[in-house]
């Protein structure tokens, strides 16, 4: 059976691709996970293939490796502590606009998504 690494998978969406030893990029969707399996980018699988509608998909999926996060790279809880207050100031200004019938402009949009990425990454070790 061939063997690779997740290069994408969006959990809310359901699927995402894997990246062969051999080079070959492979579609893979939930139906074929195990059963409480958690995917993420870097996810060594073992899988078998067969040809889809759209080129190769995976099937008989079975995870070999998980990658571990790195604890180390998470911010102390005092620092969080600040930044998570200045995201609940943020938030209650789009609020407020959003209440008034206005979505916030185009450049405080991408500031409130990254830092909510960025804070959910922090969380998410």
Not at 27 to 52: C, K, M, N, Q, W
Not at 83 to 98: F, S
Request: hydrophobic fraction near 40%.
């Amino acid at each position: 059976m061939p063997t690779g690494k997740v290069r994408f998978y969006d959990e809310d969406k359901g699927f995402g691709f894997i990246q062969g030893d051999d080079g070959e990029q492979v579609f893979l969707h939930a139906s074929v996970l195990p059963a409480d399996a958690e995917i993420t980018t870097g996810t060594r699988l073992e899988y078998g293939v067969a040809d889809g509608r759209k080129g190769p998909q995976a099937l008989s999926v079975r995870v070999i490796e998980t990658p571990r996060l790195a604890k180390r790279n998470r911010r102390a809880a005092d620092e969080m502590d600040i930044i998570l207050e200045d995201m609940v100031k943020m938030l209650d200004a789009a609020g407020e606009r959003l209440k008034q019938g206005q979505y916030p402009d185009r450049a405080s949009a991408r500031k409130i998504a990254t830092m909510l990425r960025h804070v959910a990454d922090d969380f998410d070790v």
